[in-house]
């Protein structure tokens, strides 16, 4: 059974980092994408970074690109996101999702319609 377990977020000032974790079960890094997204209130939800351990392939937004890393751990089946120089707008509900591969990261796996998996998500707050 594919579960994915988000953990990591809060409140954090503007130009501030966090970094979130997504803990991984039923299947192998290996084998699938991996992407993080994130929904503001009353916005559809975006893709925002992607990455194919098994591939060695990443993506990113441009709205993060140059800060935000998505990263992966395969002796704990976990991929993290570390933010750096947050800014308010980067408030929202971050989700990773997961896509049966191998596939390398492009917009087809950054689009929510192209998720198979989705774990529950955590919340993000870049405020003063």
């Known amino acids: 059974q594919v579960q994915l377990v988000e953990s990591g977020g809060g409140l954090v000032q503007p130009g501030g980092s966090l970094r979130l974790s997504c803990a991984a079960s039923?299947?192998?890094?290996?084998?699938?994408?991996i992407s993080w997204f994130r929904q503001a209130p009353g916005k559809e939800r975006e893709g925002v970074a992607c990455?194919?351990?098994?591939?060695?392939?990443?993506y990113y937004a441009d709205s993060v690109k140059g800060r935000f890393t998505v990263s992966s751990d395969h002796a704990k089946n976990t991929v993290y996101l570390q933010m750096n120089s947050l800014k308010p707008e980067d408030t929202a509900d971050y989700y990773c999702?997961?896509?049966?591969?191998?596939?390398?990261?492009?917009?087809?796996?950054?689009?929510?319609?192209?998720?198979?998996?989705w774990g529950q998500g955590t919340q993000v707050t870049v405020s003063s």
């Open positions: 039923g299947f192998t890094l290996d084998y699938y994408a």
């Open positions: 999702a997961a896509i049966p591969g191998p596939r390398p990261c492009t917009t087809v796996t950054m689009t929510p319609s192209f998720i198979h998996y």
């Open positions: 990455i194919s351990s098994g591939l060695g392939n990443t």
